[in-house]
């Protein structure tokens, strides 16, 4: 294999490929990219064996077909310091070869032959989504995935596909996160998977084209989904994922609108004196104005109002304030909708028609 690449464009996909590449590989081929050259065109793949990434490689010019598998590691950091624009590397032998006008690198290889199968991309009966649509759904559900190793099911997003709608659903036991959109080819199967966060997080990290359409396939235990320059796969997360409709509260009487930025603002300043021991923030809804409030000890106290229109009855809840900066980090409304029951049951957050957040309490201590 011999090619000549633009160095920007090369680095750009080692960087995209190493948040793929294990740090610690329980094989010694899975810390290699493989560089495969076919038909003209120059594909990067990598894989940890649960996700993985086709990335295709623009502007690279190829004098020799073949493949190999490099260290990723090495490559990336030689990449990072080359000043030309452009790389010539070679591979034959069991090394590669990186040269620019004034350095030359020369990098023992894996066997390609070793390297796992990485799945491709299906044309027929794939599923379809707007970029903005795929963007806005995964930002708004992700950051509530639980992140631990235990209850694994919930390590991810759970994709729902019905003729109508598509929604995406996620929880850690503590707060979900729900977002829906219209289906956009309403022929399609009816799907209900769970999609790790990291392969969802990948995707939007190889999207370009403000334009662009995101094509998926969705099989009985893994996702492949096709960009305009990469093919991302990954396998699905097992288990149950739980009946996330029993958890969104129906029964909330007292409701407020609540400018977005100012209920950010009063939290993060809430939360400015809140300490390990006493870690939540209290919002207190009363006549035309809301109270965020916290308290510590060892800390101090905070107060600050907002002032809104609520008649109802006065009603005081507490949430860890990470769950609702979270929330309101994400949105991008003017004004978000707070519905409660009373300060020991679940408040449900809503901003526009489509998204809701649902958060458990907490009681004063």
Do not use: W
Request: hydrophobic share 40%; net charge negative.
């Amino acid at each position: 294999m011999k090619i000549t690449a633009p160095t920007a464009a090369l680095q750009e996909a080692f960087q995209i490929l190493g948040a793929i590449v294990p740090s610690r590989p329980t094989r010694p081929i899975l810390a290699n990219v493989l560089a495969n050259t076919a038909d003209g065109n120059l594909e990067l793949l990598a894989t940890d064996r649960e996700v993985s990434i086709r990335f295709r490689v623009a502007g690279v010019t190829i004098d020799e077909e073949g493949q190999a598998a490099v260290p990723h590691n090495r490559v990336n950091s030689i990449l990072h310091e080359t000043r030309d624009e452009t790389v010539v590397i070679t591979a034959a032998d069991g090394h590669c070869q990186i040269v620019s006008s004034d350095s030359e690198f020369k990098l023992p290889t894996e066997s390609a032959d070793d390297f796992p199968e990485i799945p491709a991309f299906d044309d027929s009966n794939a599923y379809e989504f707007d970029r903005g649509d795929f963007v806005e759904m995964v930002s708004k559900t992700t950051f509530a995935a639980h992140k631990g190793k235990h209850r694994y099911a919930l390590n991810g997003v759970l994709l729902v596909v019905e003729p109508k709608k598509v929604q995406m659903v996620a929880t850690d036991g503590r707060r979900l996160a729900l977002i829906e959109r219209k289906a956009r080819d309403t022929s399609k199967a009816e799907a209900s998977v769970i999609v790790p966060t990291k392969a969802l997080e990948q995707i939007i990290r190889v999207l370009t084209d403000e334009e662009e359409v995101i094509r998926f396939n969705i099989g009985e235990n893994q996702i492949v989904a096709q960009t305009q320059r990469a093919t991302v796969s990954a396998l699905l997360v097992e288990g149950h994922f739980p009946p996330y409709d029993t958890v969104i509260p129906k029964d909330c009487d007292k409701k407020v609108d609540v400018s977005r930025e100012g209920l950010h603002s009063a939290v993060r300043r809430a939360a400015l004196v809140t300490s390990e021991e006493s870690s939540s923030v209290f919002l207190r809804m009363g006549s035309d104005k809301i109270t965020v409030s916290s308290a510590a000890p060892e800390t101090g106290e905070a107060k600050v109002e907002l002032a809104v229109e609520y008649k109802d009855t006065e009603v005081e809840i507490g949430f860890g304030p990470e769950f609702l900066t979270d929330f309101l980090r994400v949105v991008s409304d003017e004004t978000v909708r707070m519905e409660f029951r009373d300060g020991n049951s679940a408040g449900l957050f809503r901003a526009g028609r489509d998204f809701l957040y649902v958060v458990m309490p907490v009681s004063r201590e």
